[in-house]
C-alpha cells in the first residue's frame, strides 16, 4: 500500500501508518471525508487512498443535500468503486435518488429505506443483500442471481412475488 509521505511539520509523522488508519476506521466514512480529509493534505490522502475505508457507505440525504453529493461523487467515482456496503435513507428527488445505487457498482449489499423502483438497482449483480422498504414491484429483481439474503419491509402493495422464487441462493429461515 503506498502511503503519503508527512512533511516535516506534520504532527502525527512519528506515528506508523498503520495506526493512523486503525485510529480513522473508529470514524464513520462521512465524518472522515467532511471533517477529518480537510484538515490537511495528509489526512485526505490517507482517507482517499486506503481503500478499507470506503468499505460502508451510510448516506441520509434529504433533496437539498444530494446536489453536493453528486459533485463529491463525481470529483472521486475511483473511491466509490470500492464501497461494498450502502445504508440509505433520505428522501428526495427520484430520479436523482434512484441514481445513487448505479454510483456503487462493487455493492454486496444494499439497505435502502427510501422507495425505490427494482429498475434502479438489478444492474447490481454482485448484490448478496438487499432490505428494501415500500417496494412495489419486483419483476426484475430475477437479475439479482447472487442474492442471498432478501428483506422487505412496508411493501404493501406488492402484488407478484412469483420472481422471488427464481432467486435460488436465497436463503430459507
Known amino acids: 500500500m503506498n502511503y503519503p509521505t508527512p512533511t516535516k511539520h506534520s504532527q502525527f509523522r512519528k506515528l506508523p501508518p498503520d495506526i493512523i488508519h486503525y485510529i480513522f476506521g473508529f470514524f ?3 465524518y472522515l471525508i467532511s471533517t477529518i480529509s480537510p484538515l490537511c493534505k495528509e489526512f485526505h490522502a490517507y482517507i482517499f487512498d486506503f481503500p478499507p475505508h470506503w468499505h460502508t457507505l451510510k448516506l441520509n440525504h434529504y433533496l437539498k443535500h444530494l446536489p453536493s453529493f453528486l459533485k463529491f461523487y463525481k470529483s472521486h467515482k475511483q473511491s466509490f468503486n470500492f464501497v461494498k456496503r450502502l445504508y440509505f435513507c433520505g428522501i428526495g428527488n427520484d430520479a436523482i435518488v434512484s441514481e445513487i445505487p448505479s454510483y456503487l457498482p462493487s455493492l454486496t449489499q444494499l439497505i435502502w429505506f ?27 429483481i430475477v ?31
Open 28 to 30: 464513520p466514512l462521512t
Open 114 to 140: 427510501s422507495p425505490l423502483k427494482v429498475e434502479n438497482f438489478t444492474t447490481l449483480t454482485n448484490l448478496t443483500e438487499l432490505n428494501i422498504f415500500s417496494l412495489q414491484n419486483v419483476d426484475g
Open 143 to 173: 437479475k439479482l442471481t447472487n442474492l442471498m439474503k432478501l428483506k422487505m419491509e412496508y411493501c404493501r402493495n406488492l402484488q407478484n412475488v412469483d420472481p422471488i422464487t427464481k432467486l435460488t441462493k436465497l436463503k430459507k429461515r
